[in-house]
């Protein structure tokens, strides 16, 4: 199973393409701005990279958050797009869960990952085991390995419904006057 696993929530931009035995390409690069310019070429460098086109995916996953508004959407959007056109399960994975990934934890102990959600606040998952230093922003690296292990136990007919985004808060924006987007006119 060749899955694509790109993420977009966060303060980097990182795409992966990965089979049942291992990576086949992957980029990584820090980036604040610019993610909705820059996803689809990325997409199609590594994919390039690792010798595949659109057509010879099986899957697609994607960071659902949390994250930044901005960078969810263009993440959620490209991969419901592209799930949709090519008919392909979509896998979400936590942004918090994609920055544990790579980490390993003896049985007993518990693996935290964290990050700053601004506004004095922290997003942060605890995670008991089966997870060596990890970046500090989530890696479609992990997110193709938890994206192709997570498909070959429930299998791609799971994955058929796009996942939701994980807002943990409202956004940030508001309507001219000052107003919260939930408000009422």
Known sequence: MIVLAFDTAQGALSAAVRDGEG??????EERTRGHA??????????LAEAALGFAGLDALAVTVGPGTFTGLRVGLAAARGLALARGLPLVGVTTLEAVAAPVSAVAGEAVVAAFDARRDEIYLQVFDDGLAD??????????A????????????EAFRVPPPPLYIRAPDAKLP????PGEAA
């Open 23 to 28: 990576e086949l390409a992957a980029i990584f």
């Open 37 to 46: 310019e820059a996803l689809m070429p990325m997409l199609e460098t590594v």
């Open 134 to 143: 990890a970046r500090p922003q989530p890696d479609a690296s992990n997110i």
């Open 145 to 156: 390995r938890l994206a192709v292990s997570r498909l070959a136990v429930e299998g791609p």
């Open 177 to 180: 006057g000052g107003r919260d």
